[in-house]
């Protein structure tokens, strides 16, 4: 059985006041029934670990470097997101791939890094519209697939999101039945390359434009085992109700 996950993306949002809705948030979800994640900037991951402790809530980072540690001014190893509470961490976020010419490569090396590190490793992949309308999106969806996951991965330490680039921020969603098939292709791969057993373990988690009122519906959908969430994490109150969506679909 896969433990359904909540994960909150804050990207870069939030100083330290922000750690009130953290507060508001473990209040309302204290021993939630389902997996409860949030990635607050680096800045408040250790503030965050703290605030949501004893809660259930878990930490996570947004990124980290391919090295274990060195010259690599401004970046953030694995070992140091551990060290400050976190317990997963995001790689290979679309605004990663395009703000920082992230490749599948560089994607790959960091997930072995915080696999090694012990982080639970969220590896995101989707397609842009462009792409989408060309009829590619399960070509894209292939390669980042076998290009990002290292060799390594488990049920335990992976888990793939699916972010259709053109839908983050946007208020646009696939159709159901357009995220059941992505879905579905992604489980493929991962039995086709992992076996049977792995390839049914790892969460498969949907991203882009999740809200309380459409949650529901997408946790229905085959193969969806959780959200990353963007904007609507950043509310306690617009997240627990996509957290309390999810806590029905396992009841
Ligand atoms: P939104 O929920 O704001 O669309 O963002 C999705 C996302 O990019 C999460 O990583």
Redesign the pocket.
């Known amino acids: 059985m896969r433990r359904k996950l909540a994960a909150g993306?804050w990207?870069m949002n939030g100083t330290g006041a922000a750690l009130a809705e953290l507060e508001s948030l473990s209040a309302l979800h204290h021993a939630p029934s389902v997996d409860v994640l949030v990635c607050p900037p680096a800045t408040l991951l250790n503030r965050a670990a703290q605030t949501v402790h004893g809660s259930g809530i878990s930490i996570g980072g947004q990124d980290c470097h391919s090295e274990v540690s060195g010259a690599h001014t401004g970046d953030l190893s694995a070992e140091m997101l551990r060290d400050a509470g976190a317990t997963y961490v995001?790689l290979g976020?679309?605004?990663r791939r395009e703000d920082h010419g992230e490749q599948n490569e560089d994607i790959r090396a960091k997930a072995r890094t915080a696999m090694n590190a012990g982080l639970v490793t969220i590896i995101?992949v989707g397609e842009s519209l462009e792409q989408r309308e060309a009829a590619n999106t399960l070509d894209i969806i292939g390669g980042q697939l076998s290009g990002s996951i290292p060799d390594q991965s488990t049920g335990e330490n992976l888990i793939v999101?699916y972010?259709p680039i053109w839908?983050?921020?946007?208020g646009k969603v696939p159709t159901l039945e357009e995220i059941g098939d992505v879905h579905d292709f992604i489980r493929a791969r991962l039995e086709r390359r992992f076996g049977e057993g792995v390839g049914r373990s790892v969460r498969l988690l949907y991203?882009?434009?999740?809200k309380p009122g459409n949650a529901a519906e997408i946790f229905n959908v085959s193969n969806v085992d959780g959200a990353?969430?963007?904007?609507?994490?950043l509310k306690a109150q617009d997240f627990s109700g996509i957290i309390s969506a999810l806590e029905r679909e396992v009841s």
């Open positions: 993306n990207k995001i976020h679309s605004e995101c999101a972010e839908a983050i921020g946007t991203g882009g434009s999740v990353l969430v963007g904007g609507a994490s």
